[in-house]
T-cell receptor
Framework: AQKITQTQPGMFVQEKEAVTLDCTYD???????LFWYKQPSSGEMIFLIY??????QNATEGRYSLNFQKARKSANLVISASQLGDSAMYFC?????????????FGTGTSLTVIP | DVKVTQSSRYLVKRTGEKVFLECVQD?????MFWYRQDPGLGLRLIYF???????EKGDIPEGYSVSREKKERFSLILESASTNQTSMYLC???????????FGPGTRLTVL
């Protein structure tokens, strides 16, 4: 079975501090992709960052970076210099394979609250 | 900007009704997806399509079917709606399976 695990239902961080949101995944595939999305209270899903399984460098996009530890099967999202607008649900997702083809799995999400 | 639109933001239907949820994308994306989002369960893939008239089952296809007659449009069909299909339904599209998905605003479906 392939799945994504996000063990932190809720997190709090002080404004301007860094925060790490955890994500572990389970796959036996060699080729897969890992994504992080943000969902503010307005409901729209916003893509943040992508890491391919063969990428040797950790992905970075502005204040977002993905701490990819392949052997541990973890893909944690690091948000630096948190802002009030970062308060949202964050979802980790994986593109994998099943016996019927591509599959896409999302975690249950982490609710981040940035405290002024 | 990629735009993914869904036909309704809110929908109320009765048990046993046939329900159509429509999704349109305007960026010529190959792939389109239907998810449902439930509290504590995250997003779960129902079906996706990688080309016109092509589809693959996701994690939870039971009770649903899909149709993709044109590249830009992907429909989710509930043949006989049941109360356990009350949920938020999200449509998404992507250029390829290696690219990020762009999501629509969602349809909150209530089945009474």
């Amino acid at each position: 079975a392939q799945k994504i695990t996000q063990t932190q239902p809720g997190m709090f961080v002080q404004e301007k501090e860094a925060v790490t949101l955890d994500c572990t995944y389970d796959t036996s595939d060699q080729s897969y992709g890992l994504f992080w999305y943000k969902q503010p209270s307005s409901g729209e899903m916003i893509f943040l960052i992508y890491q391919g399984s063969y990428d040797e460098q950790n992905a970075t996009e502005g204040r977002y970076s993905l701490n990819f530890q392949k052997a541990r099967k973890s893909a944690n999202l690091v948000i630096s210099a948190s802002q009030l607008g970062d308060s949202a649900m964050y979802f980790c997702a994986m593109r994998g394979r099943s016996n019927t083809g591509n599959q896409f799995y999302f975690g249950t999400g982490t609710s981040l609250t940035v405290i002024p | 900007d990629v735009k993914v639109t869904q036909s309704s933001r809110y929908l109320v239907k009765r048990t046993g009704e046939k329900v159509f949820l429509e999704c349109v994308q305007d960026m010529d994306h190959e792939n389109m997806f239907w998810y449902r989002q439930d509290p504590g369960l995250g997003l779960r893939l129902i079906y996706f399509s990688y080309d016109v008239k092509m589809k693959e089952k996701g994690d939870i296809p039971e009770g649903y079917s899909v149709s993709r007659e044109k590249k830009e449009r992907f429909s989710l069909i509930l043949e006989s709606a049941s109360t356990n299909q009350t949920s938020m339904y999200l449509c998404a599209s992507s250029l390829s399976t290696y690219n990020e998905q762009f999501f629509g605003p969602g349809t909150r479906l209530t089945v009474l």
